[in-house]
Structures are given as structure tokens and as C-alpha cells.
């Protein structure tokens, strides 16, 4: 039903999760632990999802908090659940007992801990917002909330690889144009010479270790190669499927 990080599994204060598609109670294209509120899956099961996810974590439904995702460098501070979802694409908090919750299916969920100033965090990072600065930002609020960056642990979850991510000619300039040293993540595609394969989790492990926090990590696991496991965005696009599934990756303080 979900993975531990080996990086955050030795702190008893903190609560994770990456979970998995397995486990839940939707059917069809959403099969099983589909835990995306914006999803076309019957609500009901959803906050049944949901209601399972929080209990792995011990704690109670409601304590369960996301955020409306755009694709964002923005990040906000969590003091208990929304009465709305923000816009924000990452989130941290002091506060024990509530599960910061960051949905993906091919993006970048990386949770962040720092377990002696108890404060933790959580960003979704695709490409557009790990180029914009999400990682930093996420970084910037867990310290203004008393986390020592140093002292700070971060795992990336599972997310799209190198070999499943085909790009376009003007995607890769986008990167090199913001640094040159950007055309390290990016090979030539074997199916079409003048596109390129983009190596998101290297180019977000290598911004997490740039920000000069106390530990990345990476779980090296892709949405796309493990149908059976992970939902894809991308790989429901190349199946022309309607809609698909939103994995849930969360952390909280222990109460």
C-alpha cells in the first residue's frame, strides 16, 4: 500500500507515506488508491482512499490537508486543515497531527524533514516548478518556521525516469537558457534525434543538493515502468485513456 524511505524511517517523530495505486477501494482507470479530490473518480471512494491513507499514518481523516496544484514556486504554512484548497505547490508545518499531502502522477513528490526542530514539508515538483523554485521555496518556509537547513532531510518519491520522459527541442532550451550546466539532464532520444529524454529526479536531487540541505535522497522508482503500482499521467496519454489516477505522498509530525 506504500513505501518508507530508509532516509526518514530512523526518525520516530516523523509519519510517511509514499503510497502506492494498491490498497484502495476505486475501480477502472483509478484501480485502487486513487487519492485525487480533482479526479473524475466517484468522490466517495476517493475520501475512502483517503480515510485509509491517514490511518496507515495513525492519525484521523481530517487531518489529511492538499493543496490545488499548479504547477507553482509557491509554498504556504499549514496551522491545521483548509476550509479551501490554496494554490501552492508545497507546503510545510510545526504543527503535530496534521498530514501535509502532495498529489503526483509522473511529477516529483519530495517530503522534507527536520526531525530536531520538528518541522516538515512537502512540494510537488514537476518540471516547471522545480526550474521555477519550488524546492526553495519549500526550503525558505520550513525556516521561517524554525527548521535548520542543514539539518534537514528531503526524499524524492516516485516520479517519471529518463527513459519514459521524451522532450521537444524547445523544452530543452528552456533549461539550458536558465543555465547551460542544465544540458547534463538531458539525453538524445533514441526515436527521434532531434527530440531529447529529460532526467527530472537527477535534475531535482541536484537542486535539493544545491540548496545545501542535510540529506537528499532519491527512492529511484518510476511512475511509468510500473503500471501495476504507480499511476502515470503519461502513460494514460499514450494509451488514449480519459482520465487517470493520483498517487499521494504524506507526512506529518507524530501528536
Same mark, same amino acid.
Given at each position: 500500500?506504500?513505501?518508507?524511505?530508509?532516509?526518514?524511517?530512523?526518525?520516530?517523530?516523523?509519519?510517511?507515506?509514499?503510497?502506492?495505486?494498491?490498497?484502495?477501494?476505486?475501480?477502472?482507470?483509478?484501480?485502487?488508491?486513487?487519492?485525487?479530490?480533482?479526479?473524475?473518480?466517484?468522490?466517495?471512494?476517493?475520501?475512502?482512499?483517503?480515510?485509509?491513507?491517514?490511518?496507515?499514518?495513525?492519525?484521523?481523516?481530517?487531518?489529511?490537508?492538499? /493543496?490545488?496544484?499548479?504547477?507553482? &514556486?509557491? !509554498?504556504?504554512? #499549514?496551522?491545521?486543515? %483548509?476550509? $479551501? @484548497?490554496?494554490? =501552492?505547490?508545497?507546503?510545510?508545518?510545526?504543527?503535530?497531527?496534521?498530514?501535509?499531502?502532495?498529489?503526483?502522477?509522473?511529477?516529483?513528490?519530495?517530503?522534507?524533514?527536520?526531525?530536531?526542530?520538528?518541522?516538515?514539508?512537502?512540494?510537488?515538483?514537476?518540471?516547471?516548478?522545480?526550474?521555477?523554485?519550488?524546492?526553495?521555496?519549500?526550503?525558505?518556509?520550513?525556516?521561517?518556521?524554525?527548521?535548520?537547513?542543514?539539518?534537514?532531510?528531503?526524499? /524524492?518519491?516516485?516520479?517519471?525516469? &529518463?527513459? !519514459?520522459?521524451? #522532450?521537444?527541442?524547445? %523544452?530543452? $532550451? @528552456?533549461?539550458? =537558457?536558465?543555465?547551460?550546466?542544465?544540458?547534463?539532464?538531458?539525453?538524445?532520444?533514441?526515436?527521434?534525434?532531434?527530440?531529447?529524454?529529460?532526467?527530472?529526479?537527477?535534475?531535482?536531487?541536484?537542486?535539493?543538493?544545491?540548496?545545501?540541505?542535510?540529506?537528499?535522497?532519491?527512492?529511484?522508482?518510476?511512475?511509468?515502468?510500473?503500471?501495476?503500482?504507480?499511476?502515470?499521467?503519461?502513460?494514460?496519454?499514450?494509451?488514449?485513456?480519459?482520465?487517470?489516477?493520483?498517487?499521494?505522498?504524506?507526512?506529518?509530525?507524530?501528536?
Amino acid at each position: 500500500m506504500f513505501i518508507e524511505a530508509p532516509a526518514l524511517t530512523p526518525h520516530a517523530g516523523i509519519r510517511h507515506a509514499f503510497f502506492t495505486r494498491q490498497g484502495g477501494v476505486s475501480e477502472g482507470l483509478y484501480a485502487s488508491l486513487n487519492g485525487g479530490l480533482g479526479s473524475g473518480d466517484d468522490p466517495d471512494r476517493v475520501r475512502e482512499n483517503r480515510r485509509r491513507m491517514t490511518a496507515a499514518l495513525g492519525l484521523a481523516p481530517e487531518t489529511l490537508v492538499s /493543496l490545488y496544484q499548479v504547477h507553482s &514556486a509557491e !509554498a504556504v504554512i #499549514v496551522e491545521r486543515p %483548509f476550509a $479551501e @484548497r490554496p494554490r =501552492a505547490d508545497a507546503m510545510a508545518t510545526r504543527v503535530p497531527g496534521v498530514a501535509l499531502g502532495i498529489l503526483t502522477a509522473d511529477c516529483g513528490p519530495i517530503l522534507f524533514a527536520d526531525p530536531v526542530n520538528r518541522v516538515v514539508g512537502a512540494a510537488h515538483a514537476g518540471w516547471k516548478g522545480a526550474l521555477s523554485g519550488v524546492i526553495e521555496a519549500t526550503l525558505a518556509t520550513m525556516e521561517n518556521l524554525g527548521a535548520k537547513r542543514a539539518g534537514i532531510t528531503a526524499v /524524492l518519491g516516485p516520479t517519471i525516469g &529518463a527513459s !519514459a520522459y521524451e #522532450v521537444g527541442p524547445e %523544452f530543452r $532550451e @528552456r533549461f539550458e =537558457a536558465a543555465d547551460p550546466g542544465n544540458a547534463r539532464y538531458f539525453a538524445t532520444s533514441p526515436e527521434r534525434a532531434t527530440h531529447s529524454l529529460f532526467d527530472l529526479p537527477a535534475y531535482i536531487v541536484a537542486r535539493l543538493k544545491a540548496a545545501g540541505i542535510g540529506e537528499a535522497a532519491n527512492l529511484n522508482l518510476c511512475t511509468y515502468a510500473e503500471p501495476d503500482r504507480f499511476f502515470s499521467y503519461r502513460r494514460t496519454t499514450h494509451r488514449a485513456e480519459a482520465d487517470y489516477g493520483r498517487l499521494v505522498s504524506a507526512i506529518a509530525l507524530a501528536p
